[in-house]
C-alpha cells in the first residue's frame, strides 16, 4: 500500500464506522469488490468516447461494439484484442448545417452509433445520429476487415435525431422495428416498422404521449397455436398518463405490442398499426405514491418451454429526487399477452368543455376484437390480412389503444430493492445449483459504473456482490450476455468490460465461499478452495438458500502474528472483513475489549493509542455474520501484543521492515513537520487553543479529529501486518495503463475528500464502501 494512501485511508476510518443502518426495505451488497483491472477485460481507444451499442456476433466469434464515430469488432473471448475497426464521421458540411441550427459541434453534431443489428445475409445494418441528421448503412466483416457500404439510407424514424434522447429498436424478419422520434425537434415519436410497406403509429397523445422508449423484444406467439394467432413485438416505454386524473404531469410505465403480420388498414389506419394495444405497468415499491418507471428489460425464456413461460425483468427507478431507490420487478409474458387478448379498453369520456376522462369501456366491443391479430376466427370470417379489417373495429383501437387492466409483476411485488446507485441496465441468467434447483441471478449496472450481482430466495433479497466496473465510475449504458461465452459485456462512455458471470476464487475461506450464497461457487474440501461449479467434478458444498456455514470442515487457527510497541506509543491491529453483514468484536486473552478512549474499532481494524505495560496480551479479531441458519463467527486475525520495556530494546520487528515501512516512516515524520508547523501558526494566531485546554470540545467528530491529529504526530505509529497471505491494494486505482483518457480522479480519493469536508456529525458514507479485499484477483 502506498504510505500516502495508508495514511488518508487511515484518517478517514472513524467516519466509516458511523455508517447509518440499512433501512429494512433496501438490501446491502455482502461484498464490495473495489474496481481492479484484473476483475474484467476492458476495453476503450484513445478519444473515442460512448460505447453505448452492442451487437454479439457469437457466429463470428465477435462482439461488435458502437461507440462515438467509430464500430469496432471485438473478440469475444477477450474483448482487449480489436479485430477490426471502422470509423463513421460527419463531414465538414453536416457539422456545420448541424452548428447552424444551434446544436453543439463538439457533442451534439457527432455521429454517435445507435443501431446495430444482424441482417438475414450476416451484413449488419448500422444507424447513427449523424449530427442531427440520423443516417443507416449496411456493415459487413470479413477477412480481418470492417466495411460499410456507404449506402447512406434515410434514418428518420429509425434512429433518433438526438444522441441524448432514448430510443428502443429490434430486427425481425430483415424487417427493422425501431421506437424514436421522427423530427429535429424530437416531438414526433413512433413505432415504425421499416419494411416493403413501413407501418407506423398514429400521432396521437392517446397513442404515445411524450414518450421515453425503453426496449423491444420478439415474441413467437404463432407457435403451436391453437387460435392461429401472430408473433408479436413488444415495447417497454414511459410515457405521460393521458389517463391520470391529476394536476400535475404524470409519468407511468407502459408495455405495447403490435402484430408481425400487421399491413395497416385499408381507409382507416392506412399504413398505421392496426394492432397496437398498450397497458400500464406496475412495479410497487412499498411507502411510493408515485408510479415508478421502467428503464431497461431483460427477456429470459427456458429454451425447454414455449413463450408463455418466459419472464421480463424490468428495473424501475422514481418519478421524484425524492428517493434513491431503484427495484427490479419480473413479469410472466402470459399475464400481459392475456390482458391485451382479453381485458377490457379504456375509453376517453369527456366531462366539463375541455377535460377528457378515461375510463373502463363497458359497450359493444366489435368484431374481430379490436388491436387483435389476424387469427383462424378471423380468417373463418374471410379476413386474412388488416387491410381486410371493418372500419368499426379499426375506428374502434384508433380511439382506444390503451387496456384498462394494470400489469402486475410476479408476486405483485419487487424481486429486488436497492437504495443507493441507480440502477441502469438489466441481465439474467439461469444456473443450477449443487442443490440440483435452478435459480435466477440478476445482474444489475448501475449509475456508479457498478455491477450488482443479486437473487431472490423465496422471497428474501440478497446481493451477493457489488463489483466496480469503471474507473472513475461512469454510468454502466448497455450490458450484454453471451450464452456461448458464458460472459457479461458492460458499455460506458468511457470503455467497455468483459467480466465472468462469477469469481468464485475471492472467497478465501470455506466459511466465505458459502456464505455468499453464490449459486455458481462452491467449496472444494479436497483442495480447499471455491470453485466454479461448472468447472469441478467433485461434490462441492454449498447452500444457497440457508448460508448453512456448518457444513464447512473446521477453518485452520490462524497463525498469531507479533507484534510490539513502546509505551505511550499507537498501533492499528488490521482485521479486514470477509464481508460488508460481518460484524467485528475484539478479544484480549479471550475476554471481550471494549471500545475506548485508547481502543478505538474500526471497520477493518483496531486502533490502540498510548499503549501502556498492561496492553500486552493475545489480541483476536472475530467476525461474525448470521445467515438464515445461525450465526457464525470466525477469528480472523491474532496479535501478540508485548509492549516494550521503558530499557528501549530495538523492536524485533525493526528489522524486518520493508521499504514501505521505512517510506511510511518518512512521510509520517515529512506530515509531522508540516502538522507541528501548521500548528504552531495557528496556536500563535490564536485559531486553535492550546491542547491542555482541549476538554471543550463540541462534538464527537472533532474529539476524533484531535486523537489523530495526536496520533499521527506520534512518533510511535505503525501499522500491523496483514493477517494470512494478504498483499495490499491501492485503494484507488489508476486505470489499465498510464495512459487515461479523462481528467477524473480517482472515485475513492473524490470520496474522501468530500467525506473529510463534510463537518457534520453524522456522515453517510457513498453506497459502495470499499472493503481493503485481498481476496479479490
Ligand atoms: C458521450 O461521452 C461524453 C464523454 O464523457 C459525455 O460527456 C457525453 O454525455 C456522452 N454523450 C452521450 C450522448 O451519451
Ligand atoms: C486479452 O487480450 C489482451 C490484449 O491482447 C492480452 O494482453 C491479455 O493477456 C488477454 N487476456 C487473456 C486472458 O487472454
Redesign the pocket.
Known sequence: MHPLLSLSFFWLLPLALMLEEDSPLDCAPRKSVPYHRNNAHLFYEEGV??Y?TMLLREDLNLLMLGA?EAVYALDLSNISKKRASVKWEVTQKQKDECKNKGKDPE?ECKN?IRILHKMKDDRMYVCGTNAFDPECDYMSYADGTLTLEKKEEDGKGKCPFD??QRYASIMVDNSLYSATSMNFLGSEPVLLRSSAVSIRTEFKSSWLNEPSFVSMAEMPESEKSQEGDDDKVYLFFSETAVECDCYNKLVVSRVARVCKGDLGGQRTLQKKWTSFLKARMDCPVLDSQLPYIIQDTYLWCDPQQDWKHCLFYAIFTPQSDTSDLSAVCAYQVSDISRVFAEGKYKTPVPVETSFVKWVMYSGDVPTPRPGACINNEARKAGITQTLDLPDRTLQFIKDRPLMDQVIQPIGEKPLLVRRGATFTRIIVNRVQAADGEKYHVMFIGTEKGTMLKALNYQGEMFIIEETQLFQPP?PV?ILKFSHVTGQLYAGS??GAVQIPLASCERSLSCMDCILARDPYCGWDKDVGKCVALSDSQRELIQSVKAGNASLCPNADPVKPMNQSIWPGGNLKLSCPLPSNLAKTSWQRDSSPLTPSARFQLLQDGLLIFNASDSDSGLYSCLSVESSKTAEYTTTVAEYHVTVASAGGQIFPRAQTEGPSVVGLKAVVGLLVVCLLVLLAWNFYKGHLPLPWNCGKTNSKQTQEYREEGALNSGVHYQEAQRPAVAEDKPLVSGRNNGSSN?NHTGGEAAHSDAREENDAPRVSLPSLQYIDDESEI
Request: charge should be neutral.
Open positions: 468516447f460512448n453505448s462515438r457533442t454517435y444522441p441524448f461512469e449504458k462512455d468511457y479523462n
